[in-house]
């Protein structure tokens, strides 16, 4: 039983140079999340999708992008990594209008160097 | 803004005694509030959650209580042991949002 998985687990990536974090869940989840983790901050969301074919800005969006690319997977793009993108992130899912069922996956810790 | 706010980042406890996290909110139009806890390397899993409409929520050695009027609600563990060592995050929604606000988190070390 999986749960929410990401990939990759750790990445380090150049100034300018693109990415694409994948999150997938096998738990029949309609909602899907993206949300970053940075000390003293604690998680901040930056996109979620409420539904398969929908997807809305969070907290935090400057500088990424995301895909619903079908009820499983909800994948997150960074088209020109930034320093400022360094920080550890995570996928959640959860059923529609339940937002105390959020599964997290273990996270990406991302690098920009 | 932080609309969840934890003001302490660490608490460092006895084993058997009381563990007391404190989480402080503005937004008035929350009405569900959750705790998180998060191992080092793992994703936040949820602990326990309490709706407005309640004062207290209580799962075995956890307790959460909300106090509306002062936007406060916190979670006592008793008694809390080695496995409880771990970063607490509170969050909250709002009603029929699909979003959940944390905190920064607390950092709770449970000594032997």
């Known amino acids: 039983n999986a749960g929410v998985t990401q990939t990759p687990k750790f990445q380090v990536l150049k100034t300018g140079q693109s990415m694409t974090l994948q999150c997938a869940q096998d738990?029949?989840?309609?909602?899907m999340y993206w949300y970053r983790q940075d000390p003293g901050m604690g998680l901040r969301l930056i996109y979620y999708?409420?539904?398969?074919?929908?997807?809305d800005k969070g907290e935090v969006p400057n500088g990424y992008n995301v895909s619903r690319l079908n009820k499983r997977e909800f994948s997150l793009r960074l088209e020109s990594a930034a320093p400022s993108q360094t920080s550890v992130y995570f996928c959640?899912?959860?059923?529609?209008?339940?937002?105390?069922?959020?599964?997290f996956g273990s996270g990406t810790r991302l690098t920009v160097v | 803004d932080q609309q969840v706010k934890q003001n302490s980042p660490s608490l460092s406890v006895q084993e058997g005694r009381i563990s007391i996290l404190n989480c402080d909110y503005t937004?008035?139009?929350?009405?569900?509030f959750l705790w998180y806890k998060k191992y080092p390397a793992e994703g936040p899993t949820f602990l326990i959650s309490?709706?407005?409409?309640?004062d207290k929520n209580e799962d075995g050695r956890f307790t959460v209580f909300l106090n509306k009027s002062a936007k406060h609600l916190s979670l006592h563990i008793v008694p809390s042991q080695p496995g409880d060592s771990a970063v607490y995050f509170c969050?909250?929604?709002?009603?029929?949002?699909?979003?959940?606000?944390f905190g920064a988190g607390t950092t709770v070390t449970v000594r032997a």
């Open positions: 959640a899912s959860s059923e529609a209008g339940h937002n105390y069922g959020y599964t």
């Open positions: 738990m029949n989840h309609n909602s």
């Open positions: 999708s409420a539904s398969e074919g929908t997807t």
């Open positions: 937004n008035s139009m929350f009405d569900y």
């Open positions: 309490i709706s407005s409409i309640k």
């Open positions: 969050a909250a929604s709002v009603r029929g949002d699909y979003k959940l606000s």
